[in-house]
């Protein structure tokens, strides 16, 4: 099946600092990828869909200058958490919808758990 | 987007059969249902989609009415393995943006 990996798989970084989170789809080429934010005991809160090259589009409330989207190539897109602070901290994970999929189907990354200290 | 809408949280002891349902009253003509597992500190793994009457894979079955303003996951013989969340979307193509509803929290005993 279709494999997304994530890297890293956690991350701990000070206040003020900026994180990048790497999503990748192994094995099939995405045109369209989804970043998501997940609390705990919560759903998962999709904070963006980012199509290979061009400008992600982002969900009301999330803001685009603190949280860089790129995806620049058909198997790769980037989250960049910029000048993190602990509410930031959260269980980011992505997404990706398979250039010729047939199916209303996304294959999910493992995540990547943020602690902002 | 169709809204879902989906009991909280459910139990079960090993061995049974557990049906979660979902109701999407305002499904568009266009959109398919997927249901999604998640364990803890995971991301969600696919299980089953389906338009239309029944879908069967190894896993799980998927009953959707005529009407398709709700769909039902089936999930036979459930174990201890199956405490998780599931959720259903709905959705046009893997293209399209789908939102996560509250999801079902399962959880099987013993």
């Known amino acids: 099946g279709a494999v997304v990996s994530q890297h890293p798989s956690w991350v701990i970084c000070k206040s003020g600092t900026s994180v990048k989170i790497e999503c990748r789809s192994l094995?099939?080429?995405?045109?369209?990828m989804f970043w998501y934010r997940q609390f705990p005991k919560q759903s998962l809160m999709l904070m963006a869909t980012s199509n290979e090259g061009s400008k992600a589009t982002y969900e009301q409330g999330v803001e685009k200058d603190k949280f860089l989207i790129n995806h620049a190539s058909l198997t790769l897109s980037t989250l960049t958490v910029t000048s993190a602070h602990p509410e930031d901290s959260s269980f980011y994970i992505c997404?990706?919808?398979?250039?010729?999929?047939?199916?209303?189907?996304?294959?999910f990354g493992p995540g990547t758990r943020l602690t902002v200290l | 987007l169709a809204k879902t809408t989906q009991p909280i949280s459910m139990d079960s002891y090993e061995g049974q059969e557990v049906n979660i349902t979902c109701s999407h009253n305002n499904i568009a003509t266009n959109d398919y249902i997927t249901w999604y597992q998640q364990f803890p500190s995971q991301g969600p793994r696919f299980i089953i989609q389906g338009y239309k009457t029944k879908v069967t894979n190894e896993v799980a079955s998927l009953f959707i009415p005529a009407d398709r303003k709700s769909s039902t996951l089936s999930l036979p013989r459930v174990s201890l393995s199956d405490t998780a969340v599931y959720y259903c979307?709905?959705?046009?193509?893997?293209?399209?943006?789908?939102?996560f509803g509250a999801g079902t929290r399962l959880f099987v005993k013993a």
């Open positions: 094995d099939f080429q995405a045109t369209t």
């Open positions: 979307l709905v959705g046009a193509t893997g293209g399209f943006k789908t939102i």
């Open positions: 997404s990706a919808a398979p250039a010729l999929g047939q199916l209303n189907e996304q294959f």
